[in-house]
């Protein structure tokens, strides 16, 4: 997926900011425990335009 987000974003269908948000998500469900992932998918706000990982995440 993260390579059709790139693609679209190089063909301006996608806003680099959009693709950033989309690529953190990835990250973080890609990275976190079973139990988390329930909870992040369960997250209103994690889904919402505009989600940005707190600073202190991004290790």
């Known amino acids: 997926m993260q390579v059709e987000w790139s693609d679209a974003a190089r063909d ?9 948000g989309l690529d ?7 990275t976190c425990e079973d139990t988390e992932w329930v909870i992040w ?9 505009g989600w940005k990982p707190e600073t202190d995440d991004e290790d």
């Open 12 to 20: 301006g269908i996608l806003s680099d900011i959009n693709r950033s």
């Open 24 to 30: 953190a998500r990835a990250f973080r469900l890609l």
């Open 41 to 49: 998918l369960d997250n209103l706000e994690f889904w919402k335009p």
